[in-house]
Protein backbone atom coordinates (compact mmCIF):
# COMPACT_ATOMS: atom_id res chain seq x y z
CA UNK A 1 0.00 0.00 0.00
CA UNK A 2 1.11 3.59 -0.85
CA UNK A 3 0.96 5.32 2.53
CA UNK A 4 0.45 8.57 0.11
CA UNK A 5 -2.37 7.92 -1.80
CA UNK A 6 -4.06 6.92 1.07
CA UNK A 7 -3.73 9.59 2.93
CA UNK A 8 -4.22 11.24 -0.66
CA UNK A 9 -7.65 10.08 0.03
CA UNK A 10 -8.31 10.71 3.27
CA UNK A 11 -7.34 14.51 3.05
CA UNK A 12 -9.96 15.02 0.19
CA UNK A 13 -12.43 13.07 2.02
CA UNK A 14 -11.70 14.97 5.26
CA UNK A 15 -12.02 18.22 3.68
CA UNK A 16 -15.55 17.74 1.80
CA UNK A 17 -16.55 16.22 4.64
CA UNK A 18 -16.04 19.41 7.18
CA UNK A 19 -17.78 21.55 4.78
CA UNK A 20 -20.70 19.67 4.14
CA UNK A 21 -20.97 19.61 8.36
CA UNK A 22 -20.08 23.06 8.78
CA UNK A 23 -23.08 23.88 6.23
CA UNK A 24 -26.01 22.04 7.94
CA UNK A 25 -29.03 23.37 9.63
CA UNK A 26 -30.52 23.12 12.69
CA UNK A 27 -32.28 19.77 12.76
CA UNK A 28 -30.32 18.08 10.14
CA UNK A 29 -28.32 14.98 10.48
CA UNK A 30 -25.52 13.61 7.51
CA UNK A 31 -23.85 10.41 6.95
CA UNK A 32 -21.22 10.68 4.74
CA UNK A 33 -19.44 7.54 3.59
CA UNK A 34 -16.63 6.75 1.18
CA UNK A 35 -16.16 3.68 -1.33
CA UNK A 36 -12.56 4.76 -3.26
CA UNK A 37 -10.01 1.93 -4.38
CA UNK A 38 -6.20 2.22 -6.85
CA UNK A 39 -6.90 -1.29 -8.70
CA UNK A 40 -4.74 -3.12 -10.78
CA UNK A 41 -6.65 -5.38 -13.38
CA UNK A 42 -5.82 -8.07 -15.81
CA UNK A 43 -7.52 -10.85 -18.13
CA UNK A 44 -6.45 -13.11 -19.56
CA UNK A 45 -7.29 -15.53 -21.97
CA UNK A 46 -5.26 -18.65 -23.70
CA UNK A 47 -2.63 -17.72 -20.77
CA UNK A 48 -2.13 -14.73 -22.50
CA UNK A 49 -2.81 -11.15 -21.48
CA UNK A 50 -5.94 -9.61 -23.33
CA UNK A 51 -6.45 -6.62 -21.01
CA UNK A 52 -4.49 -5.04 -18.64
CA UNK A 53 -4.34 -1.42 -16.79
CA UNK A 54 -5.14 0.77 -13.57
CA UNK A 55 -8.82 1.93 -12.09
CA UNK A 56 -8.68 4.48 -9.90
CA UNK A 57 -12.12 5.24 -8.28
CA UNK A 58 -14.03 7.75 -5.49
CA UNK A 59 -17.69 7.90 -4.87
CA UNK A 60 -18.94 9.91 -1.70
CA UNK A 61 -22.27 8.66 -0.63
CA UNK A 62 -24.46 11.04 1.53
CA UNK A 63 -27.52 10.35 3.30
CA UNK A 64 -29.54 13.30 4.89
CA UNK A 65 -31.70 12.89 7.90
CA UNK A 66 -34.26 15.85 8.45
CA UNK A 67 -37.71 15.82 9.83
CA UNK A 68 -38.25 11.52 10.02
CA UNK A 69 -37.31 11.45 6.32
CA UNK A 70 -33.57 10.34 5.22
CA UNK A 71 -32.53 11.08 1.84
CA UNK A 72 -29.53 9.57 -0.42
CA UNK A 73 -27.07 11.17 -3.31
CA UNK A 74 -23.92 10.24 -4.18
CA UNK A 75 -20.90 11.93 -6.32
CA UNK A 76 -17.09 11.28 -7.45
CA UNK A 77 -14.47 12.41 -5.56
CA UNK A 78 -11.77 13.89 -8.05
CA UNK A 79 -8.86 15.11 -5.57
CA UNK A 80 -9.08 18.27 -6.76
CA UNK A 81 -10.47 20.50 -3.45
CA UNK A 82 -12.82 23.23 -5.39
CA UNK A 83 -14.58 20.39 -7.53
CA UNK A 84 -15.31 18.19 -5.12
CA UNK A 85 -16.55 20.91 -2.77
CA UNK A 86 -18.52 22.24 -5.34
CA UNK A 87 -20.08 19.07 -5.97
CA UNK A 88 -20.53 18.41 -2.11
CA UNK A 89 -22.59 21.24 -1.55
CA UNK A 90 -24.48 20.63 -4.94
CA UNK A 91 -25.90 17.31 -3.40
CA UNK A 92 -26.54 18.94 -0.38
CA UNK A 93 -28.51 21.49 -1.52
CA UNK A 94 -30.63 18.67 -3.96
CA UNK A 95 -31.29 16.40 -1.04
CA UNK A 96 -32.66 19.17 0.57
CA UNK A 97 -34.77 19.79 -1.86
CA UNK A 98 -35.94 16.32 -2.41
CA UNK A 99 -36.66 15.46 1.32
CA UNK A 100 -39.63 17.61 1.11
CA UNK A 101 -41.06 15.28 -1.02
CA UNK A 102 -40.71 12.21 0.75
CA UNK A 103 -43.28 10.47 3.75
CA UNK A 104 -42.18 10.42 6.60
CA UNK A 105 -40.51 7.39 8.15
CA UNK A 106 -41.53 5.42 11.80
CA UNK A 107 -38.75 3.47 12.16
CA UNK A 108 -35.61 6.17 11.50
CA UNK A 109 -32.46 5.61 13.14
CA UNK A 110 -30.78 8.46 14.12
CA UNK A 111 -26.77 8.76 13.77
CA UNK A 112 -25.42 8.66 16.86
CA UNK A 113 -21.57 9.11 18.38
CA UNK A 114 -19.98 5.95 19.91
CA UNK A 115 -16.56 5.40 18.69
CA UNK A 116 -14.08 6.64 15.79
CA UNK A 117 -11.83 4.27 14.29
CA UNK A 118 -8.96 4.03 12.14
CA UNK A 119 -7.43 0.92 10.41
CA UNK A 120 -4.75 0.56 7.79
CA UNK A 121 -3.98 -3.12 6.97
CA UNK A 122 -1.12 -2.88 4.56
CA UNK A 123 0.42 -5.71 2.54
CA UNK A 124 2.87 -7.52 0.38
CA UNK A 125 1.03 -7.26 -3.49
CA UNK A 126 2.28 -8.13 -6.40
CA UNK A 127 4.25 -4.95 -8.51
CA UNK A 128 2.23 -4.24 -11.77
CA UNK A 129 5.60 -4.86 -13.80
CA UNK A 130 6.16 -8.09 -12.32
CA UNK A 131 2.10 -9.31 -11.79
CA UNK A 132 2.00 -10.82 -15.46
CA UNK A 133 5.07 -12.97 -15.24
CA UNK A 134 4.56 -14.34 -12.09
CA UNK A 135 1.11 -15.03 -12.70
CA UNK A 136 1.73 -17.43 -15.87
CA UNK A 137 4.93 -18.74 -14.66
CA UNK A 138 2.85 -21.83 -13.64
CA UNK A 139 0.07 -22.24 -15.95
CA UNK A 140 2.17 -21.94 -19.64
CA UNK A 141 1.28 -24.55 -21.72
CA UNK A 142 -2.35 -24.58 -20.46
CA UNK A 143 -5.32 -23.05 -21.58
CA UNK A 144 -5.77 -20.50 -18.41
CA UNK A 145 -8.66 -18.33 -18.50
CA UNK A 146 -9.54 -15.86 -16.23
CA UNK A 147 -8.56 -12.01 -14.24
CA UNK A 148 -6.42 -10.56 -11.30
CA UNK A 149 -7.48 -7.66 -9.16
CA UNK A 150 -5.39 -6.03 -6.41
CA UNK A 151 -4.78 -2.83 -5.21
CA UNK A 152 -5.65 -0.69 -2.52
CA UNK A 153 -9.73 -0.51 -1.23
CA UNK A 154 -10.44 2.21 1.14
CA UNK A 155 -14.35 2.49 2.93
CA UNK A 156 -14.77 5.48 5.06
CA UNK A 157 -18.09 6.41 7.21
CA UNK A 158 -18.55 9.97 8.93
CA UNK A 159 -21.09 11.67 11.04
CA UNK A 160 -22.31 15.28 11.82
CA UNK A 161 -21.84 14.49 15.85
CA UNK A 162 -18.11 14.14 15.15
CA UNK A 163 -17.98 10.00 14.71
CA UNK A 164 -15.31 9.08 11.77
CA UNK A 165 -14.47 5.24 10.69
CA UNK A 166 -11.77 4.89 8.39
CA UNK A 167 -10.70 1.26 6.94
CA UNK A 168 -8.00 0.64 4.11
CA UNK A 169 -6.99 -2.29 2.90
CA UNK A 170 -4.53 -4.01 0.04
CA UNK A 171 -5.66 -6.92 -1.20
CA UNK A 172 -5.85 -9.25 -4.56
CA UNK A 173 -7.15 -12.42 -6.02
CA UNK A 174 -6.92 -14.15 -9.21
CA UNK A 175 -10.13 -15.91 -10.27
CA UNK A 176 -9.35 -18.02 -12.98
CA UNK A 177 -10.53 -21.08 -15.06
CA UNK A 178 -8.19 -24.41 -16.48
CA UNK A 179 -9.62 -25.68 -19.84
CA UNK A 180 -8.95 -28.99 -21.61
CA UNK A 181 -9.30 -29.78 -25.28
CA UNK A 182 -13.03 -31.05 -24.57
CA UNK A 183 -13.83 -27.40 -23.00
CA UNK A 184 -13.96 -29.06 -19.53
CA UNK A 185 -13.30 -26.84 -16.91
CA UNK A 186 -11.53 -27.34 -13.18
CA UNK A 187 -11.72 -23.47 -11.32
CA UNK A 188 -9.85 -21.75 -9.13
CA UNK A 189 -9.70 -18.70 -6.97
CA UNK A 190 -6.89 -17.14 -5.10
CA UNK A 191 -7.00 -14.71 -2.95
CA UNK A 192 -4.70 -12.57 -0.17
CA UNK A 193 -3.07 -9.43 1.65
CA UNK A 194 0.16 -11.06 0.60
CA UNK A 195 1.39 -13.05 -2.48
CA UNK A 196 3.04 -16.10 -2.20
CA UNK A 197 4.42 -17.28 -5.16
CA UNK A 198 4.83 -20.68 -3.48
CA UNK A 199 1.08 -21.45 -2.19
CA UNK A 200 -0.01 -20.31 -5.78
CA UNK A 201 1.91 -22.64 -7.68
CA UNK A 202 0.70 -25.58 -4.83
CA UNK A 203 -2.64 -24.24 -6.18
CA UNK A 204 -2.18 -24.63 -9.85
CA UNK A 205 -0.22 -27.98 -9.67
CA UNK A 206 -3.40 -29.40 -7.56
CA UNK A 207 -5.95 -28.17 -9.96
CA UNK A 208 -3.79 -29.47 -13.10
CA UNK A 209 -3.98 -33.11 -11.87
CA UNK A 210 -8.01 -31.91 -11.64
CA UNK A 211 -7.35 -31.25 -14.86
CA UNK A 212 -6.03 -34.45 -16.17
CA UNK A 213 -9.38 -35.62 -14.66
CA UNK A 214 -11.77 -34.23 -16.44
CA UNK A 215 -10.29 -36.74 -19.54
CA UNK A 216 -12.31 -39.57 -17.65
CA UNK A 217 -15.52 -41.32 -19.04
CA UNK A 218 -18.88 -40.08 -18.13
CA UNK A 219 -20.63 -41.82 -15.36
CA UNK A 220 -23.97 -41.01 -15.63
CA UNK A 221 -25.74 -40.36 -12.04
CA UNK A 222 -29.40 -40.41 -12.21
CA UNK A 223 -31.80 -38.61 -9.85
CA UNK A 224 -31.68 -39.79 -6.31
CA UNK A 225 -29.24 -39.59 -2.58
CA UNK A 226 -25.44 -40.26 -2.96
CA UNK A 227 -22.80 -39.72 -0.57
CA UNK A 228 -20.80 -36.19 -1.39
CA UNK A 229 -18.28 -34.19 -0.88
CA UNK A 230 -18.83 -30.54 -0.53
CA UNK A 231 -15.50 -28.56 -1.40
CA UNK A 232 -14.80 -25.59 0.28
CA UNK A 233 -15.70 -23.40 -2.63
CA UNK A 234 -19.09 -25.54 -2.65
CA UNK A 235 -19.56 -24.68 1.13
CA UNK A 236 -19.19 -21.04 0.35
CA UNK A 237 -22.08 -21.27 -2.19
CA UNK A 238 -24.39 -22.46 0.20
CA UNK A 239 -23.51 -19.96 2.84
CA UNK A 240 -23.60 -17.48 0.74
CA UNK A 241 -27.72 -18.32 1.34
CA UNK A 242 -27.94 -17.41 4.88
CA UNK A 243 -27.26 -13.59 3.44
CA UNK A 244 -30.18 -14.59 1.21
CA UNK A 245 -33.89 -14.41 3.93
CA UNK A 246 -32.37 -16.71 6.82
CA UNK A 247 -29.28 -15.10 9.91
CA UNK A 248 -31.59 -11.70 8.81
CA UNK A 249 -33.53 -11.01 12.19
CA UNK A 250 -35.82 -8.81 9.91
CA UNK A 251 -36.26 -11.90 7.89
CA UNK A 252 -37.43 -14.42 10.79
CA UNK A 253 -39.41 -11.51 12.41
CA UNK A 254 -41.17 -11.29 9.21
CA UNK A 255 -41.57 -14.92 8.55
CA UNK A 256 -39.20 -15.42 5.79
CA UNK A 257 -36.49 -16.77 7.26
CA UNK A 258 -34.93 -20.51 6.17
CA UNK A 259 -33.53 -20.63 9.71
CA UNK A 260 -37.11 -19.89 11.56
CA UNK A 261 -37.01 -24.10 12.40
CA UNK A 262 -34.29 -23.27 14.40
CA UNK A 263 -36.18 -20.92 16.62
CA UNK A 264 -38.76 -23.24 17.20
CA UNK A 265 -35.78 -26.13 18.64
CA UNK A 266 -34.66 -27.85 15.35
CA UNK A 267 -31.10 -27.92 15.47
CA UNK A 268 -28.61 -28.41 13.03
CA UNK A 269 -25.59 -30.73 12.99
CA UNK A 270 -23.23 -30.16 16.19
CA UNK A 271 -20.31 -30.60 13.93
CA UNK A 272 -21.86 -26.73 12.42
CA UNK A 273 -20.87 -23.58 14.25
CA UNK A 274 -20.91 -20.71 12.39
CA UNK A 275 -20.39 -16.40 13.37
CA UNK A 276 -18.78 -13.25 12.20
CA UNK A 277 -15.02 -12.37 12.53
CA UNK A 278 -13.75 -9.30 11.88
CA UNK A 279 -10.10 -10.17 13.19
CA UNK A 280 -8.69 -10.76 9.87
CA UNK A 281 -9.31 -7.49 9.27
CA UNK A 282 -11.02 -8.32 5.63
CA UNK A 283 -14.04 -5.76 6.00
CA UNK A 284 -14.78 -3.01 8.17
CA UNK A 285 -16.14 -3.62 11.39
CA UNK A 286 -18.71 -0.18 10.97
CA UNK A 287 -21.60 -0.40 9.13
CA UNK A 288 -23.57 2.15 7.03
CA UNK A 289 -24.90 3.81 10.12
CA UNK A 290 -21.22 3.94 11.93
CA UNK A 291 -22.25 1.25 14.55
CA UNK A 292 -19.47 -0.99 15.13
CA UNK A 293 -19.60 -4.80 15.34
CA UNK A 294 -18.17 -7.31 17.89
CA UNK A 295 -15.15 -8.57 16.76
CA UNK A 296 -16.62 -11.83 16.78
CA UNK A 297 -20.04 -12.59 16.92
CA UNK A 298 -20.98 -16.07 17.41
CA UNK A 299 -24.76 -17.40 15.24
CA UNK A 300 -24.96 -20.67 15.47
CA UNK A 301 -22.77 -22.75 17.71
CA UNK A 302 -22.65 -26.54 18.00
CA UNK A 303 -25.99 -26.30 15.68
CA UNK A 304 -28.23 -24.31 17.39
CA UNK A 305 -28.72 -20.57 17.01
CA UNK A 306 -27.87 -18.39 19.60
CA UNK A 307 -27.57 -14.81 17.46
CA UNK A 308 -29.28 -13.67 14.19
CA UNK A 309 -27.50 -10.20 12.30
CA UNK A 310 -29.49 -7.01 14.09
CA UNK A 311 -29.34 -3.43 12.48
CA UNK A 312 -30.57 -0.64 14.25
CA UNK A 313 -33.73 -0.44 11.87
CA UNK A 314 -34.92 -3.77 13.14
CA UNK A 315 -33.93 -3.57 16.86
CA UNK A 316 -35.89 -0.01 16.78
CA UNK A 317 -39.19 -1.69 15.01
CA UNK A 318 -39.48 -4.99 17.01
CA UNK A 319 -37.67 -3.69 20.60
CA UNK A 320 -34.80 -5.91 20.02
CA UNK A 321 -30.46 -4.89 20.59
CA UNK A 322 -28.47 -3.99 17.55
CA UNK A 323 -25.11 -5.70 16.67
CA UNK A 324 -23.82 -3.60 14.39
CA UNK A 325 -25.18 -5.52 11.33
CA UNK A 326 -25.65 -3.73 8.15
CA UNK A 327 -28.92 -2.59 6.13
CA UNK A 328 -29.64 -5.79 4.83
CA UNK A 329 -28.78 -7.95 7.78
CA UNK A 330 -26.00 -10.29 5.30
CA UNK A 331 -23.23 -11.66 6.18
CA UNK A 332 -19.79 -9.53 6.35
CA UNK A 333 -16.79 -11.89 7.59
CA UNK A 334 -18.46 -15.59 8.25
CA UNK A 335 -16.66 -18.62 8.96
CA UNK A 336 -17.88 -22.07 9.78
CA UNK A 337 -15.34 -23.77 12.06
CA UNK A 338 -13.30 -26.40 11.00
CA UNK A 339 -13.85 -30.18 11.77
CA UNK A 340 -11.46 -33.41 11.98
CA UNK A 341 -11.38 -34.95 8.02
CA UNK A 342 -7.88 -34.77 6.89
CA UNK A 343 -7.51 -33.63 3.47
CA UNK A 344 -5.82 -37.04 2.57
CA UNK A 345 -8.91 -38.86 4.02
CA UNK A 346 -11.56 -37.44 1.53
CA UNK A 347 -11.68 -39.72 -0.80
CA UNK A 348 -11.18 -42.74 1.64
CA UNK A 349 -14.29 -41.96 3.81
CA UNK A 350 -16.53 -40.61 0.73
CA UNK A 351 -16.05 -44.38 -0.59
CA UNK A 352 -18.43 -44.41 -3.01
CA UNK A 353 -20.51 -41.26 -4.61
CA UNK A 354 -20.13 -37.72 -5.34
CA UNK A 355 -16.90 -35.29 -5.30
CA UNK A 356 -17.95 -31.58 -5.68
CA UNK A 357 -15.74 -29.11 -6.56
CA UNK A 358 -18.25 -25.98 -7.08
CA UNK A 359 -21.91 -24.98 -7.54
CA UNK A 360 -23.74 -22.31 -9.18
CA UNK A 361 -27.01 -21.25 -9.83
CA UNK A 362 -28.58 -21.09 -6.28
CA UNK A 363 -32.12 -20.47 -4.94
CA UNK A 364 -34.29 -21.24 -2.38
CA UNK A 365 -37.38 -23.77 -3.83
CA UNK A 366 -38.98 -23.96 -0.41
CA UNK A 367 -37.28 -20.96 1.87
CA UNK A 368 -39.79 -21.83 5.09
CA UNK A 369 -37.89 -25.33 5.33
CA UNK A 370 -34.58 -24.14 3.91
CA UNK A 371 -34.55 -25.99 0.60
CA UNK A 372 -32.19 -24.73 -1.65
CA UNK A 373 -31.86 -25.99 -5.37
CA UNK A 374 -28.79 -25.27 -8.10
CA UNK A 375 -26.50 -27.00 -10.47
CA UNK A 376 -23.24 -28.67 -9.69
CA UNK A 377 -20.34 -26.97 -12.26
CA UNK A 378 -16.73 -27.55 -12.63
CA UNK A 379 -14.60 -30.34 -11.06
CA UNK A 380 -17.48 -32.86 -10.31
CA UNK A 381 -16.58 -36.45 -10.02
CA UNK A 382 -17.60 -39.93 -9.43
CA UNK A 383 -15.89 -41.69 -6.83
CA UNK A 384 -16.06 -45.48 -6.79
CA UNK A 385 -14.14 -47.03 -3.47
CA UNK A 386 -12.25 -44.02 -2.46
CA UNK A 387 -10.68 -43.42 -6.56
CA UNK A 388 -11.76 -40.92 -9.05
CA UNK A 389 -13.02 -43.08 -11.98
CA UNK A 390 -15.26 -40.64 -13.96
CA UNK A 391 -17.08 -37.33 -14.44
CA UNK A 392 -20.20 -36.20 -14.59
CA UNK A 393 -22.75 -34.39 -16.19
CA UNK A 394 -24.07 -31.04 -14.58
CA UNK A 395 -26.58 -32.06 -12.18
CA UNK A 396 -29.27 -29.98 -10.39
CA UNK A 397 -29.71 -30.76 -6.60
CA UNK A 398 -32.13 -29.39 -4.49
CA UNK A 399 -31.61 -30.58 -0.87
CA UNK A 400 -32.61 -28.74 2.81
CA UNK A 401 -29.98 -27.08 4.90
CA UNK A 402 -31.57 -28.80 7.70
CA UNK A 403 -30.15 -31.98 6.15
CA UNK A 404 -26.42 -30.94 4.27
CA UNK A 405 -25.63 -29.05 7.43
CA UNK A 406 -27.89 -31.21 10.00
CA UNK A 407 -28.76 -35.14 10.23
CA UNK A 408 -26.93 -36.17 7.04
CA UNK A 409 -23.79 -34.36 7.72
CA UNK A 410 -21.09 -36.91 8.29
CA UNK A 411 -17.76 -34.65 9.11
CA UNK A 412 -16.29 -31.13 8.28
CA UNK A 413 -12.82 -30.94 6.82
CA UNK A 414 -9.45 -30.05 9.12
CA UNK A 415 -8.54 -27.17 6.81
CA UNK A 416 -10.42 -24.32 5.18
CA UNK A 417 -10.25 -21.73 2.28
CA UNK A 418 -10.65 -18.51 2.15
CA UNK A 419 -12.96 -17.90 -0.28
CA UNK A 420 -13.04 -13.83 -1.45
CA UNK A 421 -15.90 -11.63 -2.94
CA UNK A 422 -14.53 -11.35 -6.61
CA UNK A 423 -17.60 -9.24 -7.89
CA UNK A 424 -16.07 -5.86 -9.50
CA UNK A 425 -19.66 -4.22 -10.42
CA UNK A 426 -19.24 -0.68 -9.77
CA UNK A 427 -16.08 -1.23 -7.45
CA UNK A 428 -14.64 -4.06 -5.72
CA UNK A 429 -15.95 -6.09 -3.28
CA UNK A 430 -14.55 -6.35 0.12
CA UNK A 431 -14.05 -9.52 1.91
CA UNK A 432 -14.99 -13.41 1.61
CA UNK A 433 -15.45 -16.28 3.79
CA UNK A 434 -13.49 -19.00 5.51
CA UNK A 435 -15.00 -22.37 5.26
CA UNK A 436 -13.93 -26.23 5.70
CA UNK A 437 -15.28 -29.09 2.73
CA UNK A 438 -17.73 -31.32 4.42
CA UNK A 439 -18.67 -34.62 3.69
CA UNK A 440 -22.48 -35.75 3.80
CA UNK A 441 -25.08 -38.76 3.63
CA UNK A 442 -27.33 -38.61 1.35
CA UNK A 443 -27.55 -35.26 -0.79
CA UNK A 444 -30.49 -35.09 -3.28
CA UNK A 445 -29.85 -34.77 -6.66
CA UNK A 446 -33.32 -34.04 -8.77
CA UNK A 447 -31.91 -34.22 -12.27
Not at 173 to 197: M, V
Not at 282 to 289: G, M, Q, S
Request: glycine content about 6%; some cysteine; hydrophobic content about 35%.
Amino acid sequence: MSNFENKYWELSFNSVSEKLFNNLKEGEYLIIQLTAEKSHFIRFNHAKVRQTGMVIDAEVSLKLISSQKTAYANFPLTGNEEIDLSLALENLDYLRSEIKLLPEDPYIVLPQYHTSSHEVYPSNLLNPEIAIEYILKPVQGLDFTGYYAGGLMIRANYNSLGQKHWFATDSFFIDYSLINHNNKAIKGTFSARDWDFNQYQHQINWNKKQLEKLNLPIHEVKPGNYRTYLAPSAIASLLGMFSWGAISEASLQQGGSALAKMRQEENLSVLFSLKENFESGNVPRFNDLGEVSPNELPLIESGKLVNTLINSRTALEYNLTANGANNSESLRSPEIKAGSLKEEEILKNLDTGLYLSNLHYLNWSDRSSGRITGMTRYGCFWVEKGEIVATIKDLRFDDSLYSFFGHNLIALTDFREFIPEISTYESRSLGGCLVPGALVNQFTFTL
